[in-house]
């Protein structure tokens, strides 16, 4: 499998993450050149074998469904980088 | 005074309670050694004033007569832990200026055994390296050096600050984290001791995710015994994180008889790997040795699988980063990059994003997207997770068959220069965490004891993985390996 400029292009913006166009053969080999390396696992045989959804043989603990949190509105908002009137503000998102 | 920070932590607890000295003196001469350290780039945020408050509050309790073994013990924070109205960014530019608002579980627990906080420690950004060099802050720097070489060494990472500043004896000891070897690659280039406990015996509450499924905090500490009365200190049970255990914390300590009559220590037959230099197989065999002579009974064993973990981490740890990463969109917290007109919210998480993450957590985060995207997922990362239940397997299979341990190399080489890597492609980088990064596929408890200095006089360590839950008797095996290889060597001091 290898990766070109278009596939890395993609890659990119479904992370969210701005590539200049110029970077995007550097980023396209690098790809590869990873992606070589994980194709190893073809090898392997894991026919029958489950993947791994926990590492320990341990059941998730529930709680109670029951609110055990809340009313802290300014230590939720203290580290935006834009609020007002008690809200995060973002640029506009509907036309 | 300025030998204090020398102290161990088992020797400065007894000094304190004894009255030997307070634990203001032992502060004082910690916060001093750290800026006459700034050389080393160890400490990124440095916290004087909290350290004199605790310092001043334990020295009462220990009075008072009910103070833990890790009360008035001053300690470095690895970044990655979100730490009350301190900065905690992860060594990232994306939470520049992040405070938080509460206290990762591992820290409290620490607040509460009475530890004094001298500041936060430097990292490779998002704990993503192996070299403290993708760090936002810069370089840490290695106390150690080659002989009649004046050239930067790397502490190792991601916990490369907690491992020079303990090295350096700037502190007693520090946090540290560690996903596929951050904790003890760092501490065999350093000549110093970190465990990396059984996933789910510290609680990852409030510590900043890199992949949840790997991720575990432990202690960087000057010894085995140090390494035992830390992690008792910072594990505990936590309904805030579902992974973390509900099962009694031992005494780590009281299990340290270095008694390992009967004890069965494997040696698997997949880590002689080509290219690895002849004086750390030489060290693996001399350790081997060490814990025969100490009564234990040494046997080949296979884990087949070992070839893959490397490839296996590669799809996993990414694939889950680039999940938990997405929380970074430049709108709750840090840095939000500043736009142009006409730009939508798409244009400013992707601008945010370029701007506040470094290339290396760029490209894990487009790899993990890439496996994670549609017509992917089955190939990459759903064979990974098979190959990682085999691995897992593997060690399930020798346990099974009475292994206690496992003996390994911590590292592939010893700490090599700054820089040196840059031309290597990312691959090259990863291979460091050839002999780590198994135990954390496999969730086990694994730790890295100094054993012996190369021909460059730079530190090497060796490796024991343990069976899940059983720090004690871990430690225990490490401790009679520590005592065997009698490693008393420190850096010659430059900074």
């Known amino acids: ?95 | 005074m300025s030998d204090l920070s020398k102290l161990t932590i088992a020797g400065a607890r007894d000094a304190l309670r004894k009255g030997d000295m307070t634990s203001v003196e032992l502060t004082e001469a910690c916060l001093s050694a750290i800026d006459g350290a700034d050389g080393l780039n160890a400490f990124v945020h440095k916290t004087p004033e909290i350290a004199r408050d605790r310092a001043a509050a334990a020295d009462a309790r220990i009075k008072a007569g009910d103070a833990p073994a890790m009360c008035g013990i001053p300690i470095g924070i690895k970044d990655l832990f979100c730490t009350e109205g301190v900065a905690s960014q992860a060594a990232s530019r994306i939470l520049e200026g992040f405070q938080p608002q509460y206290e990762s579980a591992v820290s409290q627990n620490l607040i509460d055994a009475g530890a004094v906080m001298l500041g936060k420690l430097n990292m490779d950004e998002f704990a993503m390296g192996s070299s403290n060099e993708t760090s936002v802050y810069g370089n840490a720097v290695n106390p150690w050096r080659r002989r009649d070489d004046k050239a930067a060494l790397t502490p190792g990472g991601s916990s490369g600050g907690s491992a020079a500043a303990v090295a350096a004896d700037l502190c007693l000891a520090a946090t540290g984290t560690d996903t596929g070897g951050s904790i003890r690659q760092p501490a065999a280039f350093t000549g110093i001791t970190g465990i990396k406990p059984t996933y789910g015996r510290c609680s990852r509450w409030g510590t900043i995710a890199f992949a949840s499924s790997l991720d575990q905090a432990g202690p960087m500490t000057k010894d085995v015994r140090d390494a035992a009365i830390m992690l008792g200190a910072m594990c505990s049970h936590d309904p805030r994180d579902s992974t973390s255990v509900d099962l009694a914390v031992p005494d780590f300590e009281a299990a340290l008889s270095g008694d390992i009559r009967g004890k069965t220590i494997g040696i698997p037959k997949e880590y002689h790997m080509e290219g690895i230099p002849e004086e750390i197989e030489a060290l693996w065999s001399q350790g081997k040795d060490m814990l025969r002579d100490a009564g234990a009974k040494i046997v080949d064993i296979s884990l087949p699988h070992t070839k893959y973990a490397l490839a296996a981490y590669y799809v996993i740890a990414p694939a889950e980063a680039s999940s938990n990463l997405a929380r970074y969109d430049g709108v709750r917290y840090g840095h939000r990059a500043t736009l142009g007109s006409g730009d939508g919210i798409t244009e400013m998480y992707e601008k945010t994003r370029a701007e506040g993450f470094g290339a290396e957590v760029q490209r894990r985060v487009m790899i993990g997207t890439y496996v994670l995207s549609a017509g992917f997922y089955d190939a990459y990362y759903n064979r990974a997770r098979r190959v990682r239940t085999l691995i897992k397997q593997d060690f399930d299979d020798v346990f099974a068959q009475g292994v206690d341990a496992v003996l390994t190399p911590a590292t592939p080489s010893a700490a090599f220069g700054l820089g040196e890597m840059k031309s290597a492609d990312p691959v090259q980088m990863y291979l460091n965490d050839v002999f780590t990064v198994t135990v954390n596929l496999a969730g086990l408890p694994g730790i890295s004891v100094p054993a012996g200095l190369d021909h460059q006089g730079l530190p090497l360590g060796l490796q024991l993985i343990g069976r899940p839950w059983e720090e004690a008797d871990l430690l225990n095996t490490a401790y009679a390996l520590e005592t065997a290889a009698g490693f008393v060597a420190k850096p010659v001091k430059w900074w």
């Open chain 1, 1 to 95: 499998m290898s990766i070109d400029e278009g596939t890395a292009a993609r890659v990119a913006k479904l992370a969210r993450i701005k590539v200049e166009p110029a970077d995007l053969p550097v980023l396209a080999q690098e790809f590869n050149t990873i992606l070589g390396f994980i194709d190893q696992l073809s090898e392997v045989d894991v026919e029958g074998v489950e993947p791994m959804t926990s590492v320990t043989p341990m059941r998730l603990k529930r709680r109670e469904d029951v609110v055990t949190d809340g009313s802290q509105q300014d230590k939720v908002l203290a580290n935006a980088p834009d609020a007002r009137e008690g809200f995060f503000a973002v640029p506009k998102v509907v036309e």
